[in-house]
């Protein structure tokens, strides 16, 4: 649930991405300001990465490689909060409501999800979303560095509008199996649940509330997964025809 657009905001849930709108681009401060973040999330994400195959070349097993990244993992995906501050000033052209919420999903499953509930930790589907989502975002970032610097190479642009078929649905069912695999421990708890009485009269049950995130899944991924190979028909045909015409 995350999109992208130019320079540092999102358009696809990080799998994908939305071509941005044409207008006049960021001033040089704020170019400036955004090549730093996205290199240094770049990074943050390449950090990651290095990490999750260190842990896996040591324990020869891919189980529980979660620790070793999660606090790399909890930073750089905290950090995309700053995107939300880049579209509602203005340096970013994208939608702030929509960026709010794709950023949000994914630090939702990073804190009320995966930090909260210790017991899936463990789980192979969180190496699953952590995997897809480090690929991703190298190349997100990757992606809006060199297109900020003006000089975009045709491999991170191919690859930022391909490796999403596989990505997507791959960080999408790790993602789910990680909220299904919280369930039972959420009943369990009474996690982040109020129930009455109380003197707010206001009750809230989280277990029910995640089955409803799991559910919301369905009308986004088909509709995002298919805009997002519209878009890539639309951008990698444009660049093929731009080749001939040189």
């Known amino acids: 649930m995350a999109v992208s657009g130019s320079g540092g905001s999102r358009a696809d849930n990080g799998y994908g991405s939305q071509q941005p709108r044409r207008r006049k681009g960021p001033g040089a401060l704020a170019t400036a300001y955004l090549v730093i973040y996205n290199v ?14 260190r842990a896996y070349l040591a324990k020869g097993s891919y189980h529980s490689l979660y620790y070793s990244i999660e606090k790399p993992l909890k930073f750089f995906q905290t ?74 190479p045709y491999l991170i642009k191919w690859a ?8 997507y649905p791959m960080g999408v069912s790790g993602e789910l199996l990680t909220i299904y695999a919280a369930l039972p421990f959420v009943r369990q708890s009474g996690l982040y649940s109020i129930s009455l009485p109380n003197k707010y009269n206001f009750s809230f049950d989280y277990y029910t509330f995640l089955i ?16 997002m190979l519209h878009q890539r028909r ?13």
């Open 160 to 167: 930022r509008y391909t490796l999403f078929i596989v990505l």
């Open 40 to 53: 240094v999330m770049t990074a943050g994400w390449l950090v990651i990465a290095v990490g999750l195959v």
């Open 212 to 227: 409803l995130v799991m559910i919301s899944y369905i009308p986004i991924f088909p509709q995002l997964y298919f805009h």
């Open 234 to 246: 639309k951008v990698l045909s444009h660049t093929e025809e731009h080749k001939k015409s040189e």
């Open 79 to 152: 950090g995309a909060l700053l995107e939300i501050l880049h579209c509602a000033f203005g340096i970013v052209p994208s939608s702030v409501v929509l960026t709010a919420f794709q950023v949000m999903s994914r630090v939702f499953l990073t804190w009320a999800v995966t930090h909260s509930v210790k017991e899936v930790q463990t789980e192979d589907s969180v190496l699953l979303f952590v995997v897809a989502w480090t690929i991703t975002e190298i190349i997100r970032y990757s992606f809006y560095t060199f297109s900020l610097l003006n000089h975009l």
